[in-house]
């Protein structure tokens, strides 16, 4: 935490890494930093730069043993609501899991990097908890059967304690028996915190339930019409000019699995990337006829690509990290899943480098008042989700390298005496996180 001689500099930082990346002035009403202001969780998933940055200066101080286990895949930008439910192989598939769900800063790195950005995400989520209780945070909607009970600080430490014992855990089970980084998660019982959201997803795929009304493709698209066309929605998708669109159709078709029938710009999408230019295209039969066709349609995302947050300030861990930035994702997210989108893919077009990636019919996200608010997460749910994170992203930095057993050897003799050094410098980072939001907030009230 930044002593009172040292905030100069430290806002200094914080100002120069944020402008570096989203090329704003912190006060030119941005709208992301104006995202980033609302609550320190939020500033967190902002500021990934922020992170490295202050890894590579030695404010945040991670295990001197951890730094040395072989690098793996990574996701660089990992904590809570990066973990999600989707569909094995994109829009294609009906396996329902869940898992990391989100590569646009992966890259080959230090699993500790991701370990610690996780645990701190978990000290922000109990602070958002009580901010919300205390009156200092707002909420998007309303909570679900509020009754005025969430995660206490108390609980912080132990879910942190989760997580990374999990991790642990099936480190362990892999290098026993490498068969298990195949293992996915999709089975979440009654009475887990998961089981909802779940069932939510489960409605969502093709032949679910709720595919007509809540699967990505339905909100998206007005189905009940002929011929297909994104929905009239000026908060979220920006029409093209028809040149641009023909231009975009033409450069982009050869990477598509079928026709594009329509296109849209998609407007303030994510946090950390919510000023990268984005496209959604609607994919489908190019003789639609009908309800019955639906199966064969889905959505992919055009999105300009910038380079992993940990690659600034460590450029020369490995050769792989070279690629362009939207190779390097694709790369990373083929390793990490064990069946990725089959709608995956990379293109160069006007100077810039673009990932192509499918829109999941099913894709449910978590956000921290689905796991800090309510009986549930109180009860042991916050924990039981911090737990399920770490066996997520164990398999997932597992399956980095399938020829041998190296990682999780090294992670199971390396962590279990860190453990307690690493909640205490998340926990450490947590405040500073809290400071750094501060500042921002300030910033604004004052300017």
Excluded at 18 to 24: P, T
Excluded at 72 to 82: A, K, Q
Aim: proline share 5%; with cysteine.
């Amino acid at each position: 935490m930044a002593t009172a001689a040292k905030k100069p500099n430290r806002h200094k930082l914080v100002q120069q890494e944020l402008e570096r990346v989203d090329h704003s002035a912190l006060l030119m009403g941005c709208p992301k930093h104006i995202k980033m202001a609302s609550n320190p969780f939020v500033f967190l998933r902002g500021s990934a730069q922020l992170f490295y940055a202050d890894i590579a200066q030695g404010n945040l101080k991670l295990p001197a043993p951890l730094l040395k286990l072989p690098l793996t895949t990574i996701m660089g930008d990992c904590h809570i609501s990066n973990f999600g439910f989707l569909s094995e192989e994109g829009a294609h598939g009906e396996s329902v899991i869940f898992a990391p769900n989100d590569f646009d800063d992966a890259c080959i790195g230090h699993a500790v990097w991701d370990l610690a950005r996780f645990c701190t995400s978990l000290g922000l989520s109990v602070d958002f908890a009580e901010g919300v209780l205390a009156g200092r945070y707002s909420l998007d909607a309303p909570i679900e059967n509020d009754d005025g009970l969430a995660v206490s600080r108390k609980q912080s430490a132990k879910a942190m304690r989760a997580f990374l014992q999990s991790y642990l855990q099936t480190c362990q089970a892999c290098a026993d028996d490498p068969e298990q980084r195949n293992q996915v998660l999709d089975r979440f019982k009654k009475g887990h915190i998961l089981n909802a959201p779940y069932k939510k997803a489960k409605k969502r795929i093709w032949g679910g339930k709720k595919f007509m009304e809540k699967s990505s493709l339905a909100k998206e698209v007005n189905i009940d019409q002929q011929p297909l066309r994104f929905r009239n929605r000026p908060e979220r998708f920006k029409p093209l000019i028809s040149h641009e669109a023909k231009a975009l159709i033409h450069h982009f078709s050869p990477y598509m699995d079928d026709t594009i029938l329509d296109i849209t710009e998609r407007l303030n999408a994510g946090t950390g990337s919510v000023n990268m230019r984005r496209f959604y295209c609607l994919v489908g039969p190019k003789n639609f006829t009908g309800t019955d066709d639906l199966a064969l349609c889905h959505l992919v995302e055009v999105k300009h690509q910038r380079h992993a947050a940990p690659l600034y300030h460590f450029p020369k861990l490995s050769p792989t990290n070279r690629l362009n930035p939207a190779h390097l994702t694709v790369h990373c997210q083929q390793r990490m899943q064990r069946r990725p989108d089959l709608v995956l893919d990379e293109a160069e077009w006007q100077n810039a480098h673009w990932l192509i990636r499918s829109r999941h019919h099913a894709r449910v996200g978590i956000d921290p008042e689905d796991i800090v608010f309510g009986e549930q997460a109180i009860k042991g749910g916050f924990k039981q989700y911090a737990a399920t994170c770490g066996q997520a992203l164990a398999l997932a930095h597992c399956r980095g390298d399938r020829r041998s057993t190296h990682f999780e050897q090294a992670v199971v003799a390396a962590l279990p005496a860190q453990i307690d050094t690493l909640i205490k410098a998340c926990e450490g980072y947590v405040e500073q996180v809290k400071e750094d939001c501060q500042y921002l907030q300030r910033l604004y009230l004052e300017g």
